[in-house]
């Protein structure tokens, strides 16, 4: 079975600039989660979906950020505008409600704001 | 203070080696415990998972959780240059809808 799914998986744009990610989850999988990976933060929670509806977005930052789940296999995440600060890992995990505390993860998109 | 603390490393053992690693955490409503492993420009992969206290052990690795001391540990026995890693350790609540709280990781490098 293929895994979660991540485009892309390099991104380096310039201050200003949108940036869109986008996240193929298991197929049948009812939950999905965008996480945001640092150095000096670690992994932190940007949002995460049950069944396509946003339950927690406190970890959002600020409103230069949103994601949308359409449907069952499909999630983005955009920045608008991107910041330096930015820059980081993003990984997009999915699971079912059977698996607590197991999460599938992509590879991850690292992505570069200069 | 964050939720959960993880001494970031880098720790470096020699092949054999037995290895520790531990994480703090200060919500006592944490029931699950999980330890995920990282390989570079990956993503995280689970180890390792426990519900409440006690030890689990599967091959070469135990789990152990302290629930009255707030403190969880990872040993791996026998360690392999293959074991080289970032290892992330994972809490989540009862009903929580499978939301974790990482620590930090720790980087280890297992040396031939």
């Known amino acids: 079975d293929a895994g979660v799914i991540q485009s892309p998986r390099h991104e380096v744009t310039e201050m200003g600039q949108e940036v869109t990610l986008r996240c193929k989850p298991i197929s049948g999988h009812d939950y999905l989660f965008w996480y945001r990976q640092t150095m000096m933060r670690g992994l932190e929670l940007l949002i995460y979906?049950?069944?396509?509806?946003?339950?927690?977005d406190s970890g959002m930052p600020e409103d230069r950020f949103s994601a949308k789940m359409p449907n069952a296999s499909f999630s983005t995440l955009k920045i608008q505008p991107s910041e330096p600060r930015d820059s980081a890992v993003y990984f997009c995990?999915?699971?079912?409600?059977?698996?607590?505390?197991?999460?599938?993860f992509g590879e991850g998109s690292r992505l570069t704001v200069l | 203070q964050k939720e959960v603390e993880q001494d970031p490393g880098p720790l470096s053992v020699p092949e054999g080696a037995i290895v520790s690693l531990n994480c703090t955490y200060s919500n006592s409503a944490f029931q699950y415990f999980m330890w995920y492993r990282q390989y570079s420009r990956k993503g995280p992969e689970l180890l390792m998972y426990?519900?409440?206290?006690g030890n689990k052990e599967d091959g070469r690795f135990t789990a152990q959780v302290d629930k009255s001391s707030k403190y969880i540990s990872l040993f791996i026995r026998d360690s392999q240059p293959s074991d080289s890693a970032t290892y992330l350790c994972a809490m989540a609540i009862t009903g929580g809808g499978n939301k974790l709280t990482f620590g930090t990781g720790t980087q280890l490098k297992v040396e031939l």
């Open positions: 995990a999915s699971t079912t409600a059977g698996r607590t505390g197991e999460l599938f």
């Open positions: 426990t519900y409440s206290s």
């Open positions: 979906f049950n069944n396509n509806v946003p339950i927690d």
